[in-house]
């Protein structure tokens, strides 16, 4: 069965007359004779009962015709829906970010996309860099935002901005009196750090270790959150990418820039083929918006 034969069907059983089913379809006899008679081909057997006078439905036919309206008005509603996700009045997105990136520069995003899309459903999963790339490679979640991926492999990445890393110290040390620091002045008090396989702590390694400068770690914990109450309680100092600086002194630490040498990485987009047209509209206003929308603490400069 075709959906033109479906409609030729119920367009002659609801009128009982072929020159008003050819005027409500735009059809001519002949088309519509010819639909009619590939249905019941399909079917295998007859479903009209035509005469030069009247036209009437057989048993089969009877029997047949609310099943051809339920059809037709479930591929009616399909193709409807679909035209909705594609014209981004209808639909659901799943999105993955770092909790930095969720709490300080996602919100006036969504808010852009939400007044331009209010029938778009937007789920937000909060996780560490780590997971944000594993939900987007697992197809979880369709976008992520998080800082490059060292081996993307099948993932696609567009850069947002370029964040720096900032120095985090204790609220009444003789460093919080400082403007900016640089690494080895920093290195000089117990340094807290991420756990391996934290990105932020190999990403430390690998750009010191480069350098020359050795990481000499005192205390380790999973949670950012945790580092910062560390530092603020005055057990050490730690460094961390800007976008967390806020989280960092609302916990009661002082983030200052850190140079010697200034630690950089890329936060954009990871995606993994093909997108929604909701997902690709989120990533369009995620690209207009975040240019003016710096985080608090060292102030991330634009992706090249």
């Given amino acids: ?10 367009a002659v059983a609801q009128t009982l007359s072929f020159t008003q089913a050819c005027e409500r379809l735009h059809l001519s006899q002949p088309a519509l004779s010819l639909a009619i008679k590939g249905l019941e081909e399909s079917l295998g057997g007859r479903l009209l009962i035509r005469t030069t006078r009247s036209v009437r439905l057989t048993p089969e036919g009877d029997s047949f015709l609310p099943l051809a309206k339920r059809l037709l008005a479930e591929w009616d509603n399909a193709e409807e829906l679909m035209r909705q996700r594609f014209t981004l009045q209808l639909g659901r997105l799943t999105v993955a ?21 209010p029938r778009i459903n937007v789920t937000v999963h909060d996780v560490i860099n780590e997971q944000v790339i594993d939900m987007v490679r697992d197809r979880q979640v369709e976008l992520g935002i998080a800082f490059e991926p060292e081996a993307a492999g099948s993932l696609t990445f567009v850069p947002l901005f370029i964040d720096r890393f900032v120095a985090v110290v204790p609220p009444r040390s003789l460093l919080a009196r400082h403007r900016h620091l640089d690494w080895q002045t920093l290195l000089t008090h117990d340094f807290i750090a991420l756990q391996r396989p934290s990105m932020v702590r190999r990403l430390l390694e690998q750009q010191l270790g480069e350098r020359g400068i050795g990481l000499p770690v005192a205390f380790e914990s999973h949670q950012l959150a945790t580092v910062g109450r560390m530092v603020a309680s005055g057990l050490g100092v730690s460094a961390v990418p800007s976008l967390c600086a806020r989280q960092m002194e609302e916990l009661g630490a002082r983030c200052l820039p850190l140079t010697a040498p200034s ?20 990533q369009q206003v995620l690209m207009a918006t975040l240019g003016n929308l710096p985080p608090t603490g060292e102030t991330p400069r634009p992706a090249e």
């Fill in 1 to 10: 069965m075709t959906v033109k034969q479906l409609r030729a069907f119920l």
């Fill in 97 to 117: 970010t770092m909790p930095s990136f969720a709490s300080n520069l996602l919100p006036p995003a969504l808010m852009a996309f939400r007044s331009r899309h």
């Fill in 263 to 282: 630690i950089e990485r890329a936060v954009g987009m990871v995606t993994h083929g093909e997108l929604s047209a909701a997902a690709l509209a989120l």
